[in-house]
C-alpha cells in the first residue's frame, strides 16, 4: 500500500522559507505514470493545489506562487520537497503531499501544519 | 480564487440524498475528467470518484458522479451522519496549466 509522510518545521518565521519533504513509501516515485504535488488548506479556506513534480524534474507550479515556489525530487531517497520563500501569514496552512495520476489525486498524505507569525 | 464554483453548502435528513454541483468552462471540466474529494477535518482528502463517475476501491455505491459539458455532479443517497465532511471536485485546467479545485461545499445531515 503507497504511504505519503509529509516532515518539516511547524513554525517559520515571516520572510524566511517554509520547506517540507514528503516521504513515499510502498512504491518508487521514478515512474512515469504519477506525478508528484502538493496541496495546502489554510484556517477557513478550501483546497489550493501549490504544484507538482515529475520524476524527471519538470514541475507545474500555481501561477499565484511560483514567484516563491521550487520542487525537487530525490529519486534515490523516494522523497520530493517543497519550499516556499518569503513567507507571510498567508501560508500558514496545513500542507499535504499527494500523488496525481492523470486528473485525479488518489494518495494522500495525512498533512503538515505550517504556522507563519503574523 | 477557485475556477470552480460549487455550492457552500447543502443538507438532508439521514438516509435522504443530497447533489452537489462543480461548475467550470471548456478549459477544465469541458475538457478533462473531474474527481471528487471528501475532506473531513483533521485528515487527509479522500478520493470519492475519478474520470468522472468511477469509484476507488472501498467506495460505497451511495456515492455516483457525472459529467455533463462544463459541469459535474456528485450525489450522495442514503445519506449517513458519517458523511458530514466538506466535498470538493477537481480536474485539471488546459489553460493555467495547473489541477484546481472547487470552492468546496460543506455538507450537514439534519
Known amino acids: 500500500q503507497l504511504q505519503l509522510q509529509e516532515s518539516g518545521p511547524g513554525l517559520v518565521k515571516p520572510s524566511e522559507t517554509l520547506s517540507l519533504t514528503c516521504t513515499v513509501s510502498?512504491?518508487?516515485?521514478?515512474?512515469?505514470?504519477?506525478?508528484w504535488g502538493w496541496v495546502r488548506q489554510a484556517p477557513g479556506r478550501g483546497l489550493e493545489w501549490i504544484g507538482n513534480?515529475?520524476?524527471?524534474?519538470?514541475?507545474d507550479y500555481s501561477r499565484s506562487l511560483e514567484s516563491r515556489l521550487t520542487m525537487s525530487v530525490d529519486t534515490s531517497k523516494n522523497q520530493f520537497s517543497l519550499t516556499l520563500s518569503s513567507v507571510t501569514a498567508e501560508d500558514t496552512a496545513v500542507y499535504y503531499c499527494?500523488?496525481?495520476?492523470?486528473?485525479?489525486?488518489?494518495?494522500w498524505g495525512q498533512g503538515a501544519l505550517v504556522t507563519v507569525p503574523s | 480564487q477557485s475556477v470552480l464554483t460549487q455550492p457552500p453548502s447543502v443538507s438532508a435528513a439521514p438516509g435522504q440524498k443530497v447533489t452537489i454541483s462543480c461548475s467550470g468552462s471548456?478549459?477544465?471540466?469541458?475538457?478533462?475528467?473531474v474527481s471528487w474529494y471528501q475532506h473531513l477535518p483533521g485528515t487527509a482528502p479522500k478520493l470519492l470518484i475519478y474520470?468522472?463517475?468511477k469509484r476507488p476501491s472501498g467506495i460505497p455505491d451511495r456515492f455516483s458522479g457525472s459529467k455533463s459539458g462544463t459541469s459535474a455532479t456528485l450525489g450522495i443517497t442514503g445519506l449517513q451522519t458519517g458523511d458530514e465532511a466538506d466535498y470538493y471536485c477537481?480536474?485539471?485546467?488546459?489553460?493555467?496549466?495547473?489541477?484546481?479545485f472547487g470552492t468546496g461545499t460543506k455538507v450537514t445531515v439534519l
Open positions: 499527494a500523488r496525481r495520476r492523470g486528473g485525479r489525486l488518489d494518495y
Open positions: 510502498g512504491g518508487s516515485i521514478y515512474t512515469s505514470s504519477y506525478y
Open positions: 471548456s478549459s477544465n471540466i469541458g475538457s478533462d475528467y
Open positions: 474520470e468522472n463517475n
Open positions: 513534480i515529475y520524476y524527471d524534474g519538470s514541475t
Open positions: 477537481g480536474t485539471w485546467d488546459s489553460s493555467l496549466s495547473a489541477y484546481v
